[in-house]
């Protein structure tokens, strides 16, 4: 038995975060990360970066937009791309990544924020999370060591925002999302951050529009850990790395870390 690292970051442009991507990597040093949001077509997506460090790294990405990579110390079993189903576009292929370590099993979602609820944009949002349970049902069950990770764009809970009577129209705080995303759930996996840190204040984004969002820690906790029962019992740990926020240019979420020991 090993302590499994792993996190999750929405570096909201990979390239522009290098330098924090790099420090992040150093400090923690951890087994697997999972990346959103990098914003790099595949041509340009910086390989040699992460070889440098140590890491292993499988990417699907687009220019300016969307993208999700998986880095890891130890090569994935299995990679692959999309939901798989039939119906996959670039933008799909792009917000979900599936990896296997042996026993262990990743997926890394970029779900897609849906910016209003009277647009296109969110009801993609709900098809996603549909799509997503379809996917479990078809590959995977809830007794496998199953880790579902990355930027969910939902606060299941009044807790995981700050001033939630304000946001009931967001489209990461309305009940629509919240059904969604408890629908996936409902599936077989449990929330591991809340194991472990139970308490208000506890985010993962802060936005760049409010002011001092950070030093009046006025954030969401949209970056989550799900895991089915058997790899939930495994886990030891999990916390924010809220220092990485705070560095220059950062993105505006920060990555998240939970531990296994599998």
Known sequence: MKTVKTATFNVNSLKARLPIVERFLRDEAPDIVCFQETKCQDADFPKDFFGGLGYNVAFKGMKSYNGVAIASRDAPDECSFGFQDGADSEQDTARVAIARFGAFRVINTYVPQGKSMDLPDFQYKLRFFERLTLLLERRFSPSD??????????????????????????????????????????????????????????????????????????????????ATPPLAALSTGARAVKELRAMERPSDHTAVIAEFAI
């Not at 449990?190 to 194991?195: A, L, N, S």
């Not at 936005?207 to 030093?215: E, N, P, T």
């Open 145 to 226: 060591l199953l880790l579902w990770t990355g930027d969910i764009n939902v606060a299941p809970t009044d807790i995981d925002v700050t001033h939630p009577e304000n946001k009931r129209d967001h489209v990461c705080v309305c009940q629509e999302s919240r059904d969604a995303l408890a629908a996936v759930l409902k599936w077989g996996m449990t929330d591991v951050y809340r194991k472990h840190r139970p308490d208000p204040g506890e985010f993962s984004f802060w936005d760049y529009r409010v002011k001092d969002a950070m030093s009046r820690n006025i954030g969401w906790r949209i970056d989550h850990f799900f």
